[in-house]
T-cell receptor
Framework: GENVEQHPSTLSVQEGDSAVIKCTYS??????FPWYKQELGKRPQLIID?????GEKKDQRIAVTLNKTAKHFSLHITETQPEDSAVYFC????????????FGKGTKLSVKP | GAGVSQSPSNKVTEKGKDVELRCDPI?????LYWYRQSLGQGLEFLIY????????KSGLPSDRFSAERTGGSVSTLTIQRTQQEDSAVYLC????????????????FGPGTRLTVL
């Protein structure tokens, strides 16, 4: 089955710097890769996703890149702000089904003012 | 519109007791998922419903765990004879579940039920 590895587990940056979180997946049939942000005590919220037919997607300060050959995808946050502090989860879903997401273990991002 | 809701928000129970956790998906969403999040861990898939059917029960950790969904809406996750290792936040998510191979269906999460087994 699918396995998703996420790195780093913790990341601390200064406000205004960029943050990059990387994930790798094992199942070449996976074709949907969402990223969720979870603030302390809150529900996970989708912040961006990418489909396997696209190599990069941007939404304001957030971007995601996908390398299908290497089976890895990354989240890039530019001009970080203290409110970006949260746990970020990457996930993958296998094509051909509407089944469950397989999540990475999360990255705790701290943005210091 | 209203998002995914779950109840109770917190549940404290004694080891060996049974518990029921409820999920109300977004209206019209036919796909429903249960995940478990242990302290400081990622989200672990438990079970998936399409309508009232559960085509994927592969994530249920033991036969003490069961789930049902009636009327294509509300779902209940039941844990029998709870153990301390069952303590976690149980998250429910729903998606449109459109037929025809919509492969990139966004899952929307509920706030979760924090279960503590003493």
């Amino acid at each position: 089955g699918e396995n998703v590895e996420q790195h780093p587990s913790t990341l601390s940056v200064q406000e205004g710097d960029s943050a990059v979180i990387k994930c790798t997946y094992s199942d070449s049939a996976s074709n949907y890769f969402p990223w969720y942000k979870q603030e302390l005590g809150k529900r996970p919220q989708l912040i961006i996703d990418i489909r396997s037919n696209v190599g990069e997607k941007k939404d304001q300060r957030i971007a995601v890149t996908l390398n299908k050959t290497a089976k890895h995808f990354s989240l890039h946050i530019t001009e970080t702000q203290p409110e970006d502090s949260a746990v970020y989860f990457c996930a993958a879903r296998r094509g051909g089904s509407q089944g469950n997401l397989i999540f990475g273990k999360g990255t705790k991002l701290s943005v210091k003012p | 519109g209203a998002g995914v809701s779950q109840s109770p928000s917190n549940k404290v129970t004694e080891k060996g007791k049974d518990v029921e956790l409820r999920c109300d998906p977004i209206s019209g969403h036919t796909a429903l998922y249960w995940y478990r999040q242990s302290l400081g861990q990622g989200l672990e898939f438990l079970i998936y419903f399409q309508g009232n059917s559960a085509p994927d029960k592969s994530g249920l950790p033991s036969d003490r765990f069961s789930a049902e969904r009636t009327g294509g809406s509300v779902s209940t996750l039941t844990i029998q004879r709870t153990q301390q290792e069952d303590s976690a936040v149980y998250l429910c998510a729903s998606s449109t579940g459109l037929a025809g191979g919509l492969l990139w269906d966004t899952q929307y999460f509920g706030p979760g039920t924090r279960l503590t087994v003493l």
